[in-house]
């Protein structure tokens, strides 16, 4: 005999619009500042399910998520979904969307382009296209509050998609003069 036990949903978004852009973020390594408890990890940003959602701790004044392309990309759109859970819905306001060439983490040089300010508050399940500007060739898209209410304001997100065209990997023309980080840790950061 068989019994009904329950129903596991999951919302994939993978987007393509008029066949040349498409989600580059979906299942790609992500990293967040700090992290509010053990559901609200970084991967769940770019796991294409907008129920789960990734949540920076109580008292982190500078939030920050950050998707890692794997590759380079000509950037267009950024799509992010809010959460709608009680009221942590109204935490997504005063956010920047910041391209980088290279991982800002333990990079120096690593200098950001932005693609999109956003100052007002994104409402309960919005999901919401940020165009860029102008489309920015990068790696690393990262979402970052810019203005903190108090200590308890974190950088809630449900699910950020990147749209974009595969690019070539620029080319750094100060890379022999700058002494590379490999020498140092063993690893190059940049």
């Known amino acids: 005999m068989m019994k009904y036990v329950g129903v596991w949903m999951m919302t994939l978004c993978v987007v393509r619009l008029n066949g040349t852009f498409s989600n580059v973020a979906f299942q790609k390594p992500a990293t967040m500042s700090s992290v509010f408890d053990a559901n609200t990890i970084p991967s769940r940003g770019v796991d294409g399910n ?17 998707v890692d392309l794997h590759g380079y990309f000509h950037i267009h759109d950024v799509i992010i979904t809010n959460y709608d859970y009680l009221n942590w819905w109204r935490y997504l306001h005063s956010f920047t969307i ?35 500007r102008s ?6 898209v990262r979402v970052k509050k810019w203005k903190m209410v108090d200590p308890y304001d974190p950088l809630t ?32 950061l940049c």
């Open 50 to 66: 907008t129920y789960l959602c990734t949540v920076t701790n109580y008292g982190d004044m500078e939030p920050w998520w950050m």
């Open 98 to 132: 910041d391209v980088f060439t290279e991982n800002p983490i333990g990079c120096a040089r690593a200098t950001p382009v932005q693609c999109y300010n956003r100052t007002d508050t994104l409402g309960p399940s919005e999901t919401v296209q940020f165009k860029c």
């Open 135 to 140: 489309p920015v060739i990068g790696r690393f």
């Open 157 to 188: 997100l449900c699910e950020v998609q990147v749209l974009g065209t595969k690019a070539t990997a620029p080319t750094f023309k100060d890379s022999t003069t700058i002494t590379s980080s490999w020498d140092y840790y063993g690893v190059d």
